[in-house]
T-cell receptor, first 113, second 114 residues
């Protein structure tokens, strides 16, 4: 079955540490890839997305993600996190352009000041 | 301002008392969807609609109904709520014919069923 896996459910980092959150999907066809962020008490916001072209995608707030097709991965990275990055991060995939988003379970990121 | 709105934002109710959560978007989007978010499970799709009068089941449709009589509105109906429907609900919309397929989310409705 098509699925999206986020390997870390909870991540705790200190400010200025580098971040990498893993996302893998199980589907061999065409995919559109997304990372959404949910700050405490707020709704989901799009961080970045990949549809085609350069597999290294830059998003808002200094985040980036790299699509590695051979590894079915779309990991999220940030070189230096801030306390304000504390949030829950969701990876989501649309498979074969059918508008159905398949979601990972989310990763709760806590940044210690 | 382009947005998706949901009402109410918070609701506490009792088992069996019918309720409706409204969702409205002002972006002329064809596609609308309802999700529930539960800890450790991410978002799961309840129902979606590709256009007016076209609705279909998502992954967890049991206990829910929807309607799409107008393009902008997509209400979620719980005819007889049960405690296992206590959750955070999100409505989302996107252009069905768009190339980016980015979904825009409402602010969420936190429902508690006692």
């Amino acid at each position: 079955a098509q699925s999206v896996s986020q390997h870390n459910h909870h991540v705790i980092l200190s400010e200025a540490a580098s971040l990498e959150l893993g996302c893998n999907y199980s589907y061999g066809g065409t995919v559109n890839l997304f990372w959404y962020v949910q700050y405490p008490g707020q709704h989901l916001q799009l961080l970045l997305k990949y549809f085609s072209g350069d597999p290294l995608v830059k998003g808002i707030k200094g985040f980036e993600a790299e699509f590695i097709k051979s590894k079915f991965s779309f990991n999220l990275r940030k070189p230096s996190v801030q306390w304000s990055d504390t949030a829950e991060y969701f990876c989501a995939v649309i498979m074969d352009s059918n508008y159905q988003l398949i979601w990972g379970a989310g990763t709760k990121l806590i940044i210690k000041p | 301002e382009a947005q998706v709105t949901q009402n109410p934002r918070y609701l506490i109710t009792v088992t069996g008392k019918k309720l409706t959560v409204t969702c409205s978007q002002n972006m002329n989007h064809e596609y609308m969807s309802w999700y529930r978010q539960d800890p450790g499970l991410g978002l799961r799709q309840i129902y979606y609609s590709m256009n007016v009068e076209v609705t279909d089941k998502g992954d967890v449709p049991e206990g829910y109904k929807v309607s799409r009589k107008e393009k902008r509105n997509f209400p979620l109906i719980l005819e007889s709520p049960s405690p296992n429907q206590t959750s955070l609900y999100f409505c989302a919309s996107t252009h069905a014919r768009g190339t980016t397929q980015e979904q825009f989310f409402g602010p969420g409705t936190r429902l508690t069923v006692l």
